[in-house]
């Protein structure tokens, strides 16, 4: 069984930045993707950024490109982690962010294709 535990957001104000971590243990082997996705009131939600984790082949929105980044630590242990490192942050990027992790799949922006999902942490930034 595949848990992921997020820690890190909190609010900043409008060019600052936050770091975003997600620690997933129990089936490192089983997870080919990670990712992370954001949901703000009333809206979908949507991906920002996720992680082939077997070549670390990136993708990120448009919206944050240049401005946000995964670096991850891949080691020998059980676990794998993920960062959301966030510079230059907006009001616009305010929203819950989610962590998430799947196996194979098709379609790795799709929040329908992930299987296992962190609790979530909250990023406010105030204009």
């Known amino acids: 069984q595949v848990r992921l535990v997020e820690s890190g957001g909190g609010s900043v104000q409008a060019g600052g930045s936050l770091r975003l971590s997600c620690v997933s243990s129990?089936?490192?082997?089983?997870?080919?993707?990670m990712a992370w996705f954001r949901q703000a009131p009333g809206k979908e939600r949507e991906a920002v950024a996720s992680?082939?984790?077997?070549?670390?082949?990136?993708?990120?929105?448009d919206s944050v490109k240049g401005r946000f980044t995964i670096p991850q630590d891949n080691d020998n242990t059980m676990e794998r982690t993920m960062h959301l490192q966030m510079d230059s942050l907006k009001p616009e990027d305010t929203a819950m962010y989610y962590c998430?992790?799947?196996?194979?799949?098709?379609?790795?922006?799709?929040?329908?294709?992930?299987?296992?999902w962190g609790q979530g942490s909250q990023v406010t930034v105030s204009s």
């Open positions: 129990g089936g490192k082997y089983s997870i080919f993707y």
């Open positions: 998430a992790a799947g196996g194979v799949m098709d379609t790795p922006l799709l929040a329908n294709s992930y299987k296992y």
């Open positions: 992680i082939y984790t077997m070549s670390g082949i990136t993708y990120y929105r």
